[in-house]
């Protein structure tokens, strides 16, 4: 469809050190140990660099624009060290424009590497967490950050597990599609705007955008709130993209897919998601097809192709018939032998 052909997509260039206190403090618990310094610093990359080479004096490859993390490894090496010898060590970092430098496992770090630090306006940051948890957890807060991203119009929700968005033109009943899954225990992500994600090479997520979250617009009715109609068991925040429903109306010229041995693509953000082209007409019991939708493609995951199976028991009777084998007519279960209901 148009909406995926040139999606508008938007990546952010940086964050500031303070937003990455604000944001995430309670789950890093990082504590800005030499405030106010450096809060308004530019982090843009989303790597980490442990500086203990550059400490050494090697500082061939040091990357200056990477968050700088100091573990036990660094610590230990400036205590190690004289007190001159400790301050000439942290200065060939400090006289490098880094963003921010963390120190794990609330590792002290002298108070004149913090006036240094201070005076090159670099916060210096400390975390409880080993380093380890430290740069996991911020890597995946960076990646998320700087993830492309892009708003699609849809209606986007969970089946089964499965997501699934429906796209088409204004009016043509993907609201109403979604309210009868809501009803029938499936659950809302979001509708009308969907903000796509990605968060890996392959995994697209997403998630409501802009201020209507959970609120949803039936022609007739208007603006219903689903989470206190249908409760929080209705919703939920976020989910990963697996299949595009595209709904249009029949068009009895048109070739729709018999079998579903080939499915569908759009590439969204890069990543090639399933789609399945829906046509629609009065009377079409699309909530169930959409309930088989996720089904169907939930046992393509596990291993199991229904069309693929049609395929191979087809090709493999042609093939018998086709070597003069009559075969012997295939006989039920005795049981329905005397059966005439």
Known sequence: MAIFNNPPIHVRKD????????????????????????????????????????????????????????GNTEIYYLRSLKPAAQLTAFERITRHDVPCIIV???????????????????????????????SRLLSEFLDGQFAPRTT?????????????????????????IVLDLI???????????VMLTRKREDILIGTAGGPAKHFMEIRGLGIIDVRQMFGMRAIRFQKRLEIIVELEEW?????????????????VLGV???????????????????????????????????????SNRLQAEIARKSNGDAGEIERANPYFDNDYE
């Open 104 to 134: 794990t496992n609330n590792l002290d770090l002298p108070r004149e590497l913090l006036q240094s630090a201070g005076e090159r306006n670099i916060a210096v940051l400390s975390s409880p967490l080993d380093t380890t948890d430290t």
């Open 15 to 70: 964050i500031s050190v303070k937003a990455l206190l604000d944001a995430h403090w309670a789950e890093f618990r990082l504590e800005h140990i030499n405030a106010p310094a450096g809060t308004e610093r530019k982090i843009s990359e989303t790597g980490l660099y442990r500086p203990g080479l550059a400490l050494a004096g090697h500082s061939e490859f040091f990357s200056s624009q990477k968050i700088q993390v100091c």
């Open 251 to 267: 068009d009895p010229a048109a070739e729709y897919t018999r079998t579903g041995l080939d499915l569908g693509k759009h590439k």
């Open 272 to 310: 090639d998601v399933s789609a399945v082209k829906l046509p629609i007409f009065p009377g079409k019991n699309v909530t169930v097809i959409a309930e088989s939708i996720a089904l169907n493609y939930l046992l393509r995951a596990y291993g199991y192709d229904a069309a693929q199976e049609f």
């Open 152 to 176: 699609v119009h849809g209606s986007f929700v969970d089946v089964y597990g499965a997501g699934l968005l429906f796209t088409g033109r204004s009016g043509i009943g993907k609201s109403e």
């Open 183 to 193: 009803e029938r225990g499936h659950r809302l992500v979001s509708d009308d705007a």
